[in-house]
């Protein structure tokens, strides 16, 4: 793709991902539409309906991204929530796929999210790229293998497609670390299960910087994994953030507590992946949180988008600085991609 920035339509785009990925297109001087399931109510917002999908909606787009996907942490896992967690991902990127295909003018790449639960529940200290195997025994894993099967129209169609499997997203604007501060600013911080149970988490900065870099980086298709490349034990996680925080994390919640209060999720919230990003790696993709106190500390930093904010592209050269330099106010703060011009 050329290195001009061109229209983006995005799926999802309401949400933590979503929110920080359209304002960093929008700086660095894409058109953003935003694909939404109420009546639309801005300018950059379509109304569009999953169940009845409109190519036109899609049509002259150079990128499509789907962030969509109902929360998984705030309700309870009945059956019917189950079947709406599965629907709400399966069934958008495969009305999305079709939406793609059937364009009349497709777009040239499908950027869509999926999770690291598709390598499983827990996979202990083995370190798992992009050509490891699935895993399977819970509702993500299906779910995540029938979310990268979905976009098979757009593929078949000669749209390049990317299915980015994310793993824990660090913002303190929302997902489970956002859960955890209250907890451990009262000084109330726990390890969970054994401790040892890997966690792949990637600055908020980082996932969106991934984002932007695929939607330039010629050739890309496929899977890639969307983490820090230094995964670490939840007992490493959580006492990083009690150093961050300052506060200590004394107590050790193991599955036997965490099973009933989280139900059949425990293992799927807790479970440990040791997930590297080795494709980006290959690619020169360059992580600005590597490991886990840099990324806890610019979730906590969180979101700010200086007009010198960092690049997303580390192959393209650093907008120009004004004489003085930014100043201080003006650094980045987690590494979200800022303006390109
Ligand atoms: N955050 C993470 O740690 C993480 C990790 C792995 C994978 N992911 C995946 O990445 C995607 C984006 O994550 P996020 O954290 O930005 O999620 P989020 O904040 O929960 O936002 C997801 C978006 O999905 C749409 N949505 C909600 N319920 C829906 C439903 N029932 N049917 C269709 N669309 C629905 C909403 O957009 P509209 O209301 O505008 O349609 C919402 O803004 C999700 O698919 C998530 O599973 C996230």
Redesign the pocket.
């Known amino acids: 793709m050329d290195g001009a920035p061109g229209r983006v339509v995005i799926?999802?785009?309401?949400?933590?991902?979503?929110?920080a990925l359209c304002a960093s297109y929008r700086d660095a001087g894409y058109a953003v539409t935003?694909?939404?399931?109420?009546p639309a109510g801005q300018p950059d917002e379509r109304c569009w309906d999953?169940a009845a999908p409109d190519p036109a909606l899609v049509d002259g787009a150079d990128i499509l991204v789907?962030?969509?996907?109902?929360?998984?942490g705030d309700r309870r896992w009945t059956a019917s929530y189950r079947e709406?967690v599965r629907?709400?991902?399966v069934?958008?990127a495969q009305a999305l796929a079709r939406m793609a295909a059937a364009a009349a003018r497709p777009p040239a790449r499908f950027l869509s999210?999926?999770?690291?639960?598709f390598y499983g529940i827990d996979r202990g200290a083995e370190v798992l790229t992009e050509d490891s195997a699935p895993g399977d025994g819970g509702l993500l894993p299906s779910v995540a293998r029938e979310?990268e099967a979905a976009t098979e129209p757009a593929s078949a169609a000669g749209v390049a497609v990317c299915h980015?499997?994310?793993?824990?997203?660090?913002?303190r604007e929302?997902?489970?670390l956002a859960r955890l501060l209250p907890l451990f600013r009262l000084g109330l911080g726990a390890r969970f299960g054994t401790g040892r149970e890997y966690w792949s988490y990637?600055s908020l900065g980082d996932?969106v910087n991934a984002f932007r870099y695929l939607s330039k980086r010629d050739g890309a298709a496929g899977p890639y994994n969307v983490t820090a490349p230094e995964p670490v034990p939840n007992r490493e996680f959580t006492a990083a953030l009690g150093r961050a925080l300052r506060r200590p994390v004394p107590f050790s919640v193991p599955f036997a507590v965490l099973r009933p209060v989280f139900g059949g999720i425990a293992a799927e919230v807790f479970g440990g992946l040791r997930v590297i990003p080795a494709r980006l790696a290959d690619d020169g993709f360059v992580c600005r949180h590597p490991d886990v106190d840099t990324a806890i500390a610019a979730a906590l930093a969180g979101v700010r988008r200086p007009r010198w904010a960092a690049h997303a592209d580390p192959h393209e050269p650093p907008p120009a600085v004004p004489r003085g330099g930014p100043g201080p106010a003006a650094r980045p703060r987690n590494g979200i991609a800022g303006p390109a011009e």
């Open positions: 799926a999802g785009g309401s949400g933590l991902i979503g929110t935003r694909l939404v399931r109420r999953p789907n962030l969509a996907g109902a929360p998984l709406t629907a709400s991902r069934g958008t999210a999926s999770g690291i639960r979310w980015l499997r994310l793993g824990l997203v660090l913002a929302g997902g489970l990637v996932a």
